[in-house]
């Protein structure tokens, strides 16, 4: 393969080179800088002469006079600044606000609120920075918040750098940036997802005009004159028809159903569901659904309304019917978030559906940007393809295991600050080398070492010197035992980290990347006072692995069922594989150690000591007394270290209680919330999560 620099983004970039590799992959790869990541409010006090009454929140009613105030503070106020700092065409300050934006942004704000918009007018260089907010808090649980760091309590900005007299109608597509506002450091998500918005502007661009989005906009503009005063009581909400295209319906079928519902959201959803088998095959015209539709048309049609007027916003419904549903839809409006997951949708995981422009661009870019975000993990950070899971996915972005996406991730850094910003910290790296390497020198390695690493060939980029179609688990293990410890590391400066590293073997840097990156779980140390004090060692972690939609069927599932923590041990070996791809049903497949004796499922205790069992603890003679040393690290010989994690179990009538034996027969029902290493053997067999002082302890932990 050959790797080529084209530069193909230079106006998206504005100030910084744009490395783009070669075409075969499907989305265009940029390689991100950390540019301009700095809120508009810190951008503002930068030399930009735009006075900070520009910067507001568009709020419907003042928004035709908001604009003027705009535009005649900004013209006064740059007279007395340097303007010759922009250029400035002609005739530019003071031009009018296209049209067609200015419908774009009321239109966001009249379906998703004031707070989805804010927008800066820099009227001397004919350009409006537009702010579209997505509320994280209805989007995200707080534990993925947290593992994608994120601040669940701030939206997460999508910004847009357009013209404000052309808006549309120029060639180019506008700069995209996506951030939080009080976030400066680097941010993984905010990468990937400005990314995935750079591509979809870019498809999008050319797909939309100022004229199409003007025609969209007038079919819903309301004809009042031409409704009777009873009739304008019972219309159909543009929030309505809004939401049920988020959930994956088309505008027409949208339409149709709330004709149908006579305006009531509930029942249209309800009947969408019901049909969507006979809606997926619309060319069934005989279907009885669609002769009500037309009956209706009909009806509408004479109640002198002219026929185009059937695609406006409101269309009428008996006033009988009315004030009640009307009031109802508008309850749901506010948890109506919870049904725009788009992994429950019934176009399942398909979260790359392109939104219909119906409401316009702005509109379009807040969907699709919100369908996006709770499945970033789902999709490789490099290539915006879907990976290609085992076991379902897992919390952390990362890079799929194409070669393309391998190559351009080591080699050319493409989306490095995506999938390396874990900043781990040196104990959990410590942690995962150690399980690494308990992997890699097992006896059951063939089985068990998996995923296999993936690692670009130093010396020669076209060439991978670790590669999982060919695996040669003795050379794995010769780069390992080259890796010195963490603790030895952390004595070195960075800087001669990796020339120590590689004066050993050059793959060893590469090597220790590569387990890095391909971390799926979030992981972080507990400090002392977070720790349980119970389980009594310094190793205890944070463990969270489970993605946006598992989490959110779990909450589900405890809100119906409640759920209970217990342990699940398993031995040291076979972590490497678990916080990569999840606990699973490993009963009858080549992964199962400890048998099925009772039953398929996960293996569970609420007693600390029988998971210690299945931690091997007791068979392999206790481990050795160490000597009084540093408890930051891990000891490198990890013959003897014990793991177990504490997880949240859902309580259902299926979860098999077998004495101190749980089997949880759905691997969705069983979250790691914690984890824990032993370096001996320790006696814990009277912890038992079912006891009130226990479970209280934990409780409190997770907060
Ligand atoms: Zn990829």
Redesign the pocket.
């Known amino acids: 393969m050959t790797i080529q620099k084209i530069p193909l983004f230079v106006n998206l970039e504005r100030k910084k080179e744009t490395e783009i590799i070669n075409s075969t992959i499907p989305v265009i790869i940029v390689k991100l800088h950390n540019d301009l990541t700095s809120p508009l409010e810190t951008m503002s006090q930068s030399s930009l002469s735009v006075p900070p009454s520009t910067q507001r929140s568009i709020s419907m009613e003042s928004s035709g006079s908001s604009y003027m105030d705009c535009k005649s503070t900004v013209s006064s106020e740059s007279e007395e600044e340097d303007m010759d700092y922009y250029y400035k065409e002609e005739g530019s300050v003071g031009q009018k606000i296209c049209p067609v934006l200015e419908k774009d942004m009321e239109k966001l704000v009249e379906l998703y609120g004031e707070a989805a918009i804010s927008y800066r007018l820099l009227d001397a260089i004919d350009e409006i920075d537009i702010q579209i907010n997505l509320p994280l808090s209805s989007i995200i649980d707080a534990s993925v918040a947290e593992a994608w760091k994120l601040n669940k309590e701030e939206p997460l900005s999508v910004c847009l750098h357009l013209s404000y007299t052309n808006y549309l109608d120029i060639p180019s597509p506008p700069k995209v940036e996506v951030f939080q506002t009080s976030r400066n450091e680097k941010n993984g998500i905010s990468s990937q997802m400005k990314k995935v918005m750079e591509t979809f502007v870019f498809h999008q661009w050319p797909k939309n005009s100022n004229r199409m989005i003007d025609e969209y906009h007038k079919r819903h503009e309301i004809v009042i004159n031409q409704v009777s005063d009873e009739e304008a009581a019972l219309m159909i909400e543009d929030k309505d028809l809004a939401r049920i295209m988020e959930i994956g319906f088309s505008a027409e079928q949208a339409r149709d159903a709330l004709i149908l519902s006579r305006g009531d959201f509930l029942e249209a959803i309800n009947n969408l569901f019901a049909n969507k088998d006979s809606l997926q095959s619309e060319t069934s015209s005989t279907k009885k659904e669609d002769k009500k539709v037309k009956e209706l048309r009909t009806t509408e049609r004479q109640s002198s309304v002219p026929h185009e007027n059937r695609k406006k916003k409101k269309i009428f419904r008996q006033i009988s019917h009315g004030s009640a549903a009307t009031r109802k839809s508008h309850e749901l409006s506010e948890t109506a978030d919870l049904y725009l997951k788009p992994s429950s949708t019934w176009f399942g995981k398909n979260s790359k559906r392109i939104p219909e422009p119906e409401f316009g661009f702005l509109v379009q870019i807040f969907q699709y940007s919100r369908q996006r975000l709770p499945t970033l993990n789902e999709y490789?950070v490099?290539?915006d393809?879907p990976h290609v899971f085992q076991n379902g996915a897992m919390l952390k972005p990362a890079?799929?295991s194409?070669e393309l996406?391998i190559f351009a991730f080591q080699t050319l850094g493409v989306m490095s600050d995506a999938a390396e910003d874990i900043a781990t910290g040196a104990e959990v790296v410590d942690l995962l080398l150690t399980m690494t390497k308990a992997a890699s020198k097992h006896s059951r390695r063939n089985i068990i070492f998996d995923p296999y690493p993936t690692v670009v060939d130093p010396s020669d980029p076209n060439e991978l010197a670790l590669n999982p179609k060919h695996k040669d688990y003795d050379a794995v293990d010769k780069i390992l035992k080259h890796v010195m410890s963490m603790e030895q590391m952390t004595a070195l400066s960075s800087g001669d980290i990796k020339k120590t590293l590689d004066s050993k073997n050059k793959l060893c840097y590469p090597l220790l990347q590569w387990i890095i990156t391909s971390n799926r779980s979030h992981i972080v140390k507990l400090t002392p006072e977070r720790r349980i004090p119970f389980m009594k060692t310094p190793f205890q972690y944070l463990l969270l692995s489970s993605p946006p939609a598992k989490e959110a069927a779990f909450r589900e599932a405890k809100d119906k069922y409640g759920s209970t923590f217990a342990f699940h041990g398993s031995a040291v070996e076979n972590w490497h594989s678990i916080i990569r791809q999840g606990l699973i049903v490993a009963s009858g497949t080549s992964k199962q150690v400890n048998g099925a004796a009772y039953g398929k499922g996960i293996y569970l205790s609420p007693n600390a000591g029988t998971s210690f069992g299945y931690s091997r603890m007791y068979a392999s003679g206790g481990g050795k007394k160490k000597e009084n040393r540093s408890e930051r690290f891990l000891r490198g010989d990890n013959n003897t270290l014990f793991c177990i994690a504490l997880c949240e179990v859902i309580t259902w009538p299926q979860l098999k209680k077998s004495g101190q034996i749980w089997v949880c027969p759905e691997s969705d029902y069983v979250c790691t919330r914690f984890f824990f290493v032993y370096e001996e053997a320790t006696g814990h067999e009277n912890i038992d999560t079912q006891q009130k002082q226990y479970n209280e302890a934990i409780l409190k932990a997770l907060k």
């Open positions: 490789c490099v290539c393809e890079v799929c194409r996406c």
